[in-house]
C-alpha cells in the first residue's frame, strides 16, 4: 500500500525566510503533485512532476522530485503571508489516482 | 465558468437519509474522480472513471456508496442511509487522459449528518 509522508505538519515561520516542506512516499511513482488549500476551499494545483529530477519554480514556490529517494521538496523563498494555506502532496498510484499526504499547514506571520 | 462544479455546496442530513451529490466535470474530459476529505487530512480516493465506466472503487466506498456517470458527463455520488462518519468534504476531479497530467478539483460538497 502506497504511502506519503510530509513533514514538518505544521510549520510557523516570519515573512522574509526560506523553508522547505517534505514528502516522502513509500512504493514507485514518476509523477507527484502539489496542491495548496485554503481553510474551507478546495484544491487548488501548484505544480505536476513528471520525472525524476524535475524541478518547476512560481514566484516564490519551487519544487524538485526525487524518484530514486522517492522524496519531493516544496521550497518557499522569501515567505510572504500570501502564501499562509495547507500544503499537500500527492503521488499518482495509476491512472491519476491521487495518495495524498496529510499536509503541512504553513502559517507566516508579519 | 469552465472548472468543475459540484452540487450542492453544502449539505446537512439526518443520519439515516439518503444523499445524492452531482459533479460536472471540465468539458471533454474523459476521467472523473471522487475524495472524500475529513477534517485536517489530506483527500482519500474513492472511486473513478473513464467515460461512463467505473474503473476502481477504494474499499472505503461500502455498500452503502454508489456513483455513476451516464454518458460520460456529469457524474453522481449517492449514500444511502447516511451515518455521522459519513461526515466530510466530497471532492470531484477531472483529468483529460492521454493529454496533461493536471487534475482539476471542483469546489467540494460539503456533508454534515446529524
Known amino acids: 500500500e502506497l504511502k506519503v509522508e510530509q513533514n514538518p505538519l505544521f510549520l510557523s515561520m516570519q515573512e522574509g525566510k526560506n523553508y522547505t516542506i517534505y514528502c516522502n512516499y513509500s512504493?514507485?511513482?514518476?509523477?507527484l503533485y502539489w496542491y495548496r488549500q485554503d481553510p474551507g476551499k478546495s484544491l487548488e494545483s501548484l505544480f505536476v512532476l513528471l520525472s525524476n529530477g524535475a524541478v518547476k519554480q512560481e514566484g516564490r514556490l519551487m519544487a524538485s522530485l526525487d524518484t530514486k529517494a522517492r522524496l519531493s521538496t516544496l521550497h518557499i523563498t522569501a515567505a510572504v503571508h500570501d502564501l499562509s494555506a495547507t500544503y499537500f502532496c500527492?503521488?499518482?498510484?495509476?491512472?491519476?489516482?491521487?495518495?495524498f499526504g496529510q499536509g503541512t499547514r504553513l502559517t507566516i506571520n508579519p | 465558468d469552465t472548472g468543475v462544479s459540484q452540487d450542492p455546496r453544502h449539505k446537512i442530513t439526518k443520519r439515516g437519509q439518503n444523499v445524492t451529490f452531482r459533479c460536472d466535470p471540465i468539458s471533454e474530459h474523459n476521467r472523473l474522480y471522487w475524495y472524500r476529505q475529513t477534517l485536517g487530512q489530506g483527500p482519500e480516493f474513492l472511486t473513478y472513471?473513464?467515460?461512463?465506466?467505473?474503473?476502481?472503487k477504494s474499499r472505503l466506498l461500502s455498500d452503502r456508496f454508489s456513483a455513476e456517470r451516464p454518458k460520460g458527463s456529469f457524474s453522481t455520488l449517492e449514500i444511502q442511509r447516511t451515518e455521522q462518519g459519513d461526515s466530510a468534504m466530497y471532492l470531484c476531479?477531472?483529468?483529460?487522459?492521454?493529454?496533461?497530467?493536471?487534475?482539476?478539483f471542483g469546489p467540494g460538497t460539503r456533508l454534515t449528518v446529524t
Open positions: 476531479a477531472s483529468s483529460y487522459r492521454g493529454r496533461s497530467y493536471e487534475q482539476y
Open positions: 500527492a503521488v499518482d498510484m495509476g491512472a491519476q489516482k491521487l495518495v
Open positions: 512504493t514507485t511513482s514518476d509523477r
Open positions: 472513471f473513464q467515460n461512463e465506466a467505473q474503473l476502481e
